[in-house]
């Protein structure tokens, strides 16, 4: 059983590079309910996702994601992008 999936994501108002995910996409924060207390943050774009197995994710291990209050964030500069 997978379980729930929540995420906060975020995709371009307009596709400039094309379909998904040539124009790219930013996942905050995200839960795959198997793998519960884990976080996921990453980028995809036609380059780097889980269709050309390039995909790149950062994790972090909250055990309380399910019981707790917290705070997501991204910051987005000209030399990187960062999610806490």
């Given at each position: 059983r997978?379980g729930?999936?929540?995420?906060?994501?975020?995709?371009?108002?307009?596709?400039?590079?094309?379909?998904?995910?040539?124009?790219?996409?930013?996942?905050?924060?995200e839960?795959?309910?198997?793998?519960?207390g884990v976080?996921?943050?990453s980028?995809h774009?036609?380059r780097?996702?889980h269709?050309?197995?390039?995909?790149v994710?950062?994790?972090?291990?909250r055990?309380?994601?399910?019981?707790?209050?917290?705070?997501y964030s991204l910051e987005?500069?000209?030399?990187?992008?960062?999610?806490?």
């Amino acid at each position: 059983r997978r379980g729930v999936f929540p995420a906060i994501w975020m995709l371009p108002t307009h596709q400039h590079y094309g379909s998904w995910p040539a124009s790219g996409e930013m996942d905050i924060v995200e839960n795959v309910g198997f793998d519960e207390g884990v976080l996921r943050s990453s980028v995809h774009t036609g380059r780097f996702n889980h269709r050309t197995k390039s995909h790149v994710l950062g994790t972090i291990k909250r055990p309380a994601a399910h019981s707790c209050f917290h705070v997501y964030s991204l910051e987005w500069t000209p030399d990187r992008v960062s999610m806490f």
